[in-house]
């Protein structure tokens, strides 16, 4: 079964200082793993992803991810956070071995304080 | 990336009425769409996975009588929420995948808010 736990329904941050979302996975098989974010009213836009190779994955928006294999984790990261930012970011997860669809954490709400 | 659009973006309709929600590959292919629910702070629920030409896969606990599903063509997918009830209200999302691939990057709608009075 797969399954990714979001351990912290909201972060505060101050514009500037870095940020970092949690995020922990349990997979069968290999972890194809993503971040998504979300905009009040709006759909999911893809963040990052991570299939194979590299642990440190870059993607939009200055946002960073380090897939963990001994801790099954997927931390979000971002040197620098911006107000902007501010939106509900999701984890999410695929098993390699064959599921078909993604499923989802709960989501994090990041509030970047001015 | 691709684009994913829905339409309506909101609607509202009374008790006991039927809802259809369209969601559209713009500039590709989807051989596989997915339609989720999202509550109010929770995260994204699936209801059924469907492939263009073929019946829907839904999930555990989804009624399959009042969410009809269907994905006639490789660039649309529609959701009809039969005879609607207040506690259908939510935001209904849509998603679409080209290929054959499993791997494949799942591309997603802006949504649907649904409010049933």
């Known amino acids: 079964a797969q399954s990714v736990a979001q351990p912290e329904d909201q972060v505060n941050v101050a514009e500037g200082n870095p940020l970092t979302v949690k995020c922990t996975y349990s997979?069968?098989?290999?972890?194809?793993l993503f971040w998504y974010v979300q905009y009040p009213n709006r759909g999911l836009q893809f963040l990052l992803k991570?299939?194979?190779?590299?642990?440190l994955v870059k993607g939009s928006y200055g946002f960073e991810a380090e897939f963990n294999k001994s801790q099954t984790s997927f931390h979000l990261k971002k040197p620098s956070a911006l107000v902007s930012d501010s939106a509900l970011y999701f984890c999410?997860?695929?098993?390699?071995?064959?599921?078909?669809?993604?499923?989802f954490g709960t989501g994090t709400r990041l509030t970047v304080i001015p | 990336g691709a684009v994913v659009s829905q339409h309506p973006s909101r609607v509202i309709c009374k008790s006991g009425t039927s809802v259809k929600i369209e969601c559209r590959s713009l500039?590709?292919?989807?051989?596989?769409m997915f339609w989720y629910r999202q509550f109010p702070k929770k995260s994204l629920m699936l209801m059924a996975t469907s492939n263009e030409g073929s019946k829907a896969t839904y999930e555990q606990g989804v009624e399959k009588d009042k969410f009809l599903i269907n994905h006639a063509s490789l660039t649309l997918s529609t959701l009809t929420v039969t005879s609607a009830h207040p506690e259908d209200s939510s935001f209904y999302i849509c998603s679409a995948r080209g290929g054959m691939s499993s791997y494949n990057e799942q591309f997603f709608g802006p949504g649907t808010r649904l409010t049933v009075l």
């Open positions: 991570y299939i194979t190779g590299d642990n």
């Open positions: 997979v069968s098989g290999n972890p194809y």
């Open positions: 500039d590709f292919q989807a051989t596989t």
């Open positions: 999410a997860v695929r098993d390699m071995a064959g599921a078909n669809n993604l499923f």
